[in-house]
């Protein structure tokens, strides 16, 4: 009887944690976009921002209450941030993207900052260095990489992409020891699903360069999370903070065949999230000498 | 952090034995300082698993930063103990690992469980312990019940002093992730136990 209130209060949480950010998603997107005015009319370019950053934030608070500012780790640090992040490129949403100045400062603060513990005490000061410096740049390129492509040609497959991919991800550090990191990253992919559904309908919008923000910095953030205060393995870190960039293989398809091009994009991201969580999967496999179901 | 409350309360009884002849074959000097010596010494912790079993698990290591200092007055003897998070071990690799990580321990973000101790009182043979433990980069208070176990010179040719002391706390308390993230399955509270052996410096 104690075992099944166990098993259904963790299965209540799971599913709160992902219906939480669904609905703030939802509600964020319809008062930016109003849906009920057509497929046509137009959308506030701050809904997919803020549909991502206050979505993973009703996610973290739905399964592990509101991020800690006393104590705070690693996973605190990211959601505040990326809320901040989101209320930025909202309010400067109709300009586009951040100015590449704000995102290469953002971009070399956050893991200098949120891995602080790592420089302080596990990493030798070159590693660190050189660790933050490496981090930083391929958050810096991510995010303008993904965004000029947001700019320029936003589709629903890539939205659709990043939340399998996203999702994937979620097995992946499930297998490296974390169920926490593992529900934050379904409420980024819920939050995610969210946009996308919306996007499909709409036939024609993505996440837009302002959207890009909360979410490469949550996506990246997360594979921080996994590597840094879980156990993921190296090429699963890897593969996990590149797969995003996976949509950028659209673009060697020929204009003419916008098909296939728009299932590439969509294709890609999950496909590489998918390898890496095989490699997980190998590496707990061959690690475990007996089953572990909590 | 069963470790840190169990070193508290060791720290007590010390202060406690120090002060009463019971057990101590003689009443130590003022302030005399004790390291804790990791291999006779152990925490334990025990948690109810989905209401219906308790887990047991243990840390393995008592960090050189722990330290013990026993006056005869126990208001005036201390304790602070230091224990590894990623020590942590509980017979089962997987399990160790999943506890090592953000969902429990946090261990490499905050690698030390630690207690200081703030006041002493009681008897050697009854002794409460309060003190701040640290843990997942929280402070609260917790209070232990400890013993002196023995103390004396022994053939190592050094003067030892063994408590042993228990406390509870409730890992909600200290921001544990996996207690609100999956209700029920573990805790929601943990009873610790420390056996601690200190040598005199």
Redesign the interface.
């Given at each position: 009887m104690?075992?099944a209130?166990?098993?259904s209060?963790?299965l209540v949480?799971a599913l709160t944690?992902a219906l939480a950010p669904v609905g703030v998603a939802a509600l964020v997107l319809a008062a930016c976009a109003r849906p009920w005015r057509g497929r046509e009319a137009a959308a506030s370019p701050a809904g997919p921002p803020l549909a991502l950053g206050l979505g993973f934030l009703a996610g973290f608070v739905a399964?592990?209450?509101l991020p800690?500012l006393?104590?705070?780790?690693?996973?605190d640090e990211l959601a505040w941030s990326a809320l901040a992040l989101a209320g930025l490129a909202a309010l400067r949403a109709r300009r586009g993207a951040l100015p590449l100045l704000l995102q290469g400062l953002v971009s070399a603060l956050l893991p200098w900052f949120l891995l602080d513990?790592?420089r302080t005490?596990?990493w030798e000061r070159l590693e660190g260095v050189l660790w933050s410096a490496a981090l930083a740049l391929v958050l810096f390129l991510s995010w303008t990489l993904l965004g000029a492509h947001e700019q320029r040609r936003a589709r629903p497959a890539a939205v659709l992409g990043w939340t399998t991919m996203t999702a994937l991800a979620a097995g992946a550090y499930v297998l490296?020891?974390?169920?926490?990191?593992a529900?934050l990253a379904g409420a980024l992919a819920a939050a995610l699903g969210t946009c996308a559904a919306l996007a499909l309908w709409r036939r024609a919008a993505g996440l837009g360069p302002a959207g890009v923000a909360p979410f490469i910095v949550l996506h990246l953030g997360l594979t921080w999370?996994g590597r840094?205060?879980?156990?993921l393995s190296l090429a699963g870190f890897v593969l996990l903070a590149l797969a995003p960039l996976g949509v950028l293989a659209g673009r060697a398809v020929p204009a003419s065949r916008a098909r296939l091009a728009a299932g590439v994009e969509g294709l890609v991201p999950p496909l590489i999230a998918l390898v890496a969580l095989l490699l997980e999967r190998a590496a707990a496999t061959a690690?475990?000498?007996?089953?572990?179901p909590? | 952090m069963k470790l840190l409350v169990a070193s508290t309360l060791v720290a007590g009884l010390a202060g406690l034995s120090a002060a009463l002849p019971s057990s101590a074959p003689s009443t130590p000097a003022a302030g005399e300082t004790f390291a804790i010596d990791n291999a006779h010494s152990t925490v334990i912790f025990r948690t109810k698993h989905l209401g219906i079993s308790e887990a047991y698990g243990r840390f393995n290591s008592i960090t050189e930063d722990s330290q013990l200092v026993l006056d005869a007055e126990p208001s005036k003897s201390s304790l602070r103990l230091v224990v590894a998070a990623e020590s942590v071990d509980t017979g089962l690799a997987d399990r160790d690992k999943h506890l090592r990580n953000a969902d429990f321990f946090n261990a490499k973000e905050h690698p030390e469980i630690v207690f200081e101790s703030k006041k002493i009182s009681g008897k050697a043979d009854a002794l409460e312990v309060s003190g701040e433990l640290t843990f997942l980069g929280v402070t609260k208070s917790v209070t232990a019940k400890a013993r002196q176990v023995g103390k004396g010179d022994t053939a190592f040719g050094d003067h030892r002093a063994g408590f042993v002391a228990d406390f509870t706390f409730s890992m909600a308390d200290f921001g544990v992730a996996f207690v609100k993230q999956s209700p029920g399955a573990v805790g929601p509270e943990v009873s610790v136990t420390v056996s601690l052996e200190c040598i005199r410096k």
């Open positions: 104690l075992a209130q166990a098993g209060a963790v949480t944690g399964t592990h209450g800690r006393a104590g705070a780790s690693l996973r513990f790592q005490r596990h490296s020891g974390s169920v926490q990191i529900q999370c840094f205060i879980s156990e690690s475990s000498s007996s089953s572990y909590y | -």
